[in-house]
């Protein structure tokens, strides 16, 4: 699917309809950080990457790491893709990128919201060609089973399916803990049945922690050419 | 302003147009903790009342006032006042109602705004009137200065006056001084310029706590 066929694929900023500018806002502080920072970690997405830096559990076990976090509550792919191609890329260098983003992207089909999370891999892999990709699946979300659940599920499938392709990317999908054998989501988990709590966030954080010290591990580190 | 003519007190639930149900969920649990639970404080709004249970401070500050939080993240005025006429209130008596919501109204004026707030206000003194109801005034937003900070400004300006006849209810202003000298408010205090990091919450919650613990106090036999 080009991106001229699929929405989820074109870049696009958010329109500030609300009228106090705070998607600009954030976006131009992550540009002016990208000036200031050398991250060895990018995290970048939506509100699932955002809050997590919230919580406790972003500087006991990612701070250390030197990473950043480039989170924007509601943003789609398409929003994602804006901010990487108009200057969140520039001058770093992060070994690791984690993508998290997808599940804000209520106007588009599964196959569309997979292949926006694929055109934004592919745009990492090409502007970061010595750095290493993990992209994290859309958890389930909702109470009970719901058509949501469903099209994150599809589109985990499309990217378990299709990202391996791209390069040094690892998939991996965490939301099976969530569900229980009832179907249900509890609230102890995510407070608003999206939105993760301190305690989940700590679950998933174990396992992506595991995972980037050991990419960390493999990939060495770039030096900008001013301090050589 | 009768409540036909405005739409920010008129009680209406939130569409389910995502597909997975959750606000209708949030409000049935909310509902049924409601008949299990004994509150002395009820904090009932929005994000900002919602996101506060998910950090230390709540556990820290709140908890051990016996609190419940019946907050969603969107809410405006008039799906608060849905909420709480449709079973949120009706099996708990708190002592005081912390009430924090008027910055999501987005396309209303301070005016109608203000007279979502006052509606929900009756409506907790209609089925709680014993209870005192603390209303929180609405926090400035953005990066720099902008008509939402106006807004809000004016809204908490009316309310204070509106509480200010009535016994049981007071206006609390919940701004440290999170506007800067140059208009700034800071990332460090609002991550997306709307919502309060824990540090901040720290420090708004502080008073906040003062404020209850003394209503509390006044209510007491």
Redesign the interface.
């Known amino acids: 699917m080009s991106a001229e066929e699929n929405p989820a694929a074109e870049p696009a900023p958010v329109i500030d309809v609300q009228g106090d500018g705070r998607w600009m806002s954030q976006h131009n502080r992550f540009v002016q950080e990208c000036k200031d920072a050398e991250p060895d970690v990018l995290f970048v997405g939506d509100s699932m990457v955002q809050l997590m830096q919230q919580y406790e559990v972003w500087r006991e076990l990612f701070s250390p790491l030197h990473a950043l976090n480039f989170g924007i509550g509601g943003d789609t792919t398409s929003n994602v893709l804006w901010r990487l191609q108009n200057g969140e890329l520039e001058n770093i260098r992060p070994r690791v990128v984690v993508l998290w983003v997808g599940t804000n992207n209520h106007e588009h089909t599964a196959d569309q919201v997979a292949g926006g999370i694929l055109a934004i891999a592919q745009l990492l892999l090409s502007r970061l060609p010595k750095s290493k990709l993990i992209v994290l699946g859309l958890l389930p979300r909702g109470e009970f089973p719901n058509p949501l659940r469903e099209k994150n599920a599809a589109v985990n499938n499309l990217l378990r399916a299709s990202l391996p392709q791209l390069g040094p990317v690892q998939f991996i999908d965490m939301g099976g803990s969530f569900v229980h054998s009832d179907g249900t989501i509890s609230s102890r988990d995510m407070f608003d049945f999206l939105h993760l709590t301190a305690s989940a966030y700590r679950t998933i954080s174990t396992t992506l922690h595991e995972l980037l010290l050991q990419l960390l591990e493999e990939t060495p580190q770039e030096r900008r050419a001013s301090l050589v | 302003m009768s409540e036909d003519s405005n739409p920010a007190a008129t009680p209406t639930p939130c569409q389910d ?6 606000w209708m ?2 409000h049935n ?1 909310f509902v049924s903790d409601s008949k299990g639970k004994e509150p002395d404080v009820l904090f009932v709004g929005d994000s900002l009342v ?1 996101l506060l ?4 401070v709540w556990r820290k500050l709140f908890s051990p006032l016996h609190a419940l939080n019946f907050g ?2 969107g809410d405006a005025t008039h799906h608060v006042l849905w909420r709480l006429v449709n079973g949120e209130l009706d099996h708990i008596s708190p002592k005081v109602v912390v009430l924090w919501v008027g910055t999501n109204n ?1 396309g209303h004026t301070p005016e109608q705004i203000c007279g979502g707030i006052m509606a929900i206000i009756n409506v907790i003194h209609q089925k709680l009137p014993h209870a005192h109801t603390l209303v929180l005034g609405l926090l400035p ?4 200065p ?4 106006e807004r809000n400004a004016s809204v908490n300006a009316l309310v204070q006056a509106e509480a200010a006849s009535l016994s049981h209810v007071s206006f609390l202003d919940m701004d440290p001084g999170f506007i800067h000298s140059d208009g700034s408010i800071s ?1 460090q205090d609002m ?4 919502h309060l ?2 540090q901040a919450y720290q420090r708004v919650c502080q008073p906040l706590h003062e404020c209850i613990k003394s209503l509390l106090d006044k209510h007491a036999p």
């Open positions: 147009i995502q597909g997975d149900g959750r969920s949030l649990r919602q249970h998910e950090f230390e969603v993240g987005h937003r953005g990066k720099s902008n008509p939402l900070r990332h991550y997306d310029y709307l990091t824990p």
